[in-house]
């Protein structure tokens, strides 16, 4: 392995770096590569809507009716879960869609929070709109819910 090292010296005339610069701030590098801002925020998918382990207890508590997600696997499912959720795990959602109604609300979970997110955004995709990503998953219900809930 080679490499070279060049002394530069200061150019006085710089717009940057001399003592009165003349660009003192970033360019707005959309515009400067050519993507139109409505293009831009075209492509950005919308934020996926949360709850956090705290409003879904607080849900369960008052008798709300609503479909309680599960989608990590049988042998996480076998190790921890959350009172009165279903399992279905994500590899396996696209195929058992007709298990589910698209009128029921869906709070989904999952170790984390990235899988669910990932089934939201699948479900959102065929057609459901009642959805909801537990914020932070069945191991922040394990850290503020219920402590008794192993974390694997």
Same mark, same amino acid.
């Given at each position: 392995?080679?490499?070279?090292?060049?002394?530069?010296r200061?150019? !006085?005339?710089?717009?940057?770096?001399?003592?009165?610069?003349?660009i003192?701030? @970033?360019?707005?590098? $959309? /515009?400067?590569?050519g +993507?139109?801002?409505?293009?831009?925020?075209?492509?950005?998918?919308?934020?996926?809507?949360?709850?956090?382990?705290?409003?879904?207890?607080?849900?369960?508590?008052?008798?709300?009716?609503?479909?309680?997600?599960?989608v990590?696997e049988?042998f996480?499912?076998?190790i921890?879960?959350? !009172?009165?959720?279903?399992?279905?795990?994500?590899?396996?959602?696209?195929?058992? @869609?007709?298990e589910? $109604? /698209?009128a029921?609300? +869906?709070?989904i979970?999952?170790?984390?929070?990235?899988?669910?997110?990932?089934?939201l955004?699948?479900?959102?995709?065929?057609?459901?709109?009642?959805?909801?990503?537990?914020?932070?998953?069945?191991?922040?219900?394990?850290?503020?819910?219920?402590?008794?809930?192993?974390?694997?």
């Amino acid at each position: 392995m080679k490499f070279r090292e060049f002394k530069v010296r200061k150019d !006085p005339k710089c717009p940057v770096c001399s003592e009165n610069p003349t660009i003192t701030e @970033l360019i707005d590098y $959309d /515009t400067f590569c050519g +993507i139109p801002q409505a293009a831009a925020a075209e492509e950005a998918e919308p934020p996926v809507p949360e709850i956090t382990v705290e409003e879904l207890k607080r849900k369960q508590d008052a008798g709300e009716k609503f479909i309680l997600l599960d989608v990590r696997e049988k042998f996480e499912y076998d190790i921890a879960r959350i !009172p009165g959720s279903k399992l279905i795990p994500l590899g396996e959602l696209h195929s058992r @869609l007709s298990e589910l $109604d /698209t009128a029921d609300e +869906i709070v989904i979970h999952c170790k984390s929070g990235y899988r669910s997110s990932s089934a939201l955004r699948e479900l959102q995709a065929a057609g459901f709109s009642k959805l909801w990503n537990v914020e932070g998953g069945i191991l922040a219900w394990a850290d503020r819910v219920d402590p008794t809930v192993a974390k694997y």
